[in-house]
């Protein structure tokens, strides 16, 4: 379809997900104004986000804002339970944005059964009610999004329960940055915005129907994940996502000349990224562009850590919206992970 066909735009996005990434600026002043509630420990010895889909892209944030300045592990716990090494002195952050994940609610229950310090962190469901029913310390988000497009509720509220918790991030100065910085991205995404002017576009034809292949760095390989999770739920695609150094030790191998050339690679830059993996980056791109056909790359921007990562995770948002359009489907609805929580509400398929 002609992206800058705004009808066309209109009709193709019947619940209007482009209205929920135009918000995400004001969502993420929104989320830093939201109480956080004080923490029932402080110092904690490390810290556990349990989270599932895109309630836990903030905590795959967060970690990479912490990486360089918390002095405890921020460790993001995909499941059900806990680590074995959580325990009293494990500050753990469960988090669902429904409130109705049942990996977050048994991770809640088993870091109550250890007894550590927990904070809930939802819009509301069977998660609001258990931290009424314990008396936990609960953020209590608005509702109304799909988990993928509420990251900034997701991610800010946690780090101010870190900072309140005496886990120094070293964010207050970049919270006040990033909505801005922001703005200035979503402007130039926006559908209004014609093609030529509009980097989220170009780089959505750029993909067109071929696989997404995308690389981050030190700071940007949590992105590259999200990236390619957005792809998937918004337009359906498949991609790759992996990070550097770290592919150049393995997956690098699998991009030789003989190589399909059916993908589109994108590489996740940021001006803080130290020279060793700047220089890693420039081979990449010399020695991909063969086997792949082509290479782009995406800037993060602003100063600071926070702003650096939600810029790109706004464009990449834009991005796979408007792969979306170009593939024909919707970018709000997503039948299939229905369908998977149907099924396991149901008993799952009937056992042999």
């Known amino acids: 379809m002609n992206l800058d066909d705004l009808e066309a735009v209109r009709r193709a996005d019947r619940h209007d997900t482009r209205g929920a990434l135009q918000g995400f600026a004001d969502q993420c002043r929104a ?54 090494f959580v325990g009293s002195e494990t500050l753990v952050l469960a988090v669902s944005y429904s409130g109705e994940t049942e990996e977050v609610l048994s991770a809640a229950e088993a870091a109550l059964a250890r007894r550590a310090p927990v904070v809930l962190i939802t819009s509301g469901g069977a998660l609001a009610t258990l931290a009424a029913r ?55 995404a926006r559908p209004e915005r014609a093609t030529a002017a509009n980097d989220a576009k170009r780089l959505a034809l750029a993909i067109g129907e071929r696989l997404a292949a995308v690389y981050g760095g030190p700071l940007t390989a949590a992105l590259a994940y999200r990236w390619k999770t957005d792809l998937a739920e918004n337009a359906k695609a498949l991609a790759l996502a992996g990070a550097v150094p770290e592919m150049n030790h393995n997956e690098i191998e699998a991009w030789s000349p003989s190589a399909p050339a059916a993908a589109h690679v994108v590489l996740l830059r940021d001006a803080g ?28 921007r602003g100063q600071g850590r926070l702003a650096r990562l939600l810029s790109l995770a706004c464009l990449g948002g834009w991005v796979s919206y408007y792969v979306a359009l170009l593939r024909g489907v919707d970018p709000w609805e997503v039948p299939r992970l229905d369908e998977v929580k149907r099924r396991m509400r149901d008993g799952g398929p009937p056992r042999a």
């Open 31 to 84: 989320a830093r104004a939201l109480p956080a509630p004080a923490p029932p420990i402080r110092r904690p010895r490390a810290v556990v986000v349990a989270g599932m889909g895109g309630s836990a892209a903030g905590g795959d944030l967060l970690a990479a804002i912490a990486t360089d300045t918390a002095d405890v592990p921020i460790v993001v716990h995909r499941g059900y339970g806990l680590p074995a």
């Open 134 to 188: 314990r008396r936990l310390p609960l953020v209590s988000l608005p509702a109304g999004l799909m988990p993928r497009l509420a990251l900034g509720y997701l991610l800010l509220p946690a780090l101010a329960v870190l900072e309140a918790a005496g886990v120094v991030t070293g964010t207050g100065v970049e919270v006040e940055e990033a909505p801005g910085v922001l703005d200035a991205v979503i402007d130039g």
């Open 273 to 300: 990224e130290p020279p060793a993996v700047a220089r890693r980056f420039a081979i990449l791109r010399e020695m991909l562009a063969p086997a792949a056909g082509a290479v782009s790359e995406a800037w993060s």
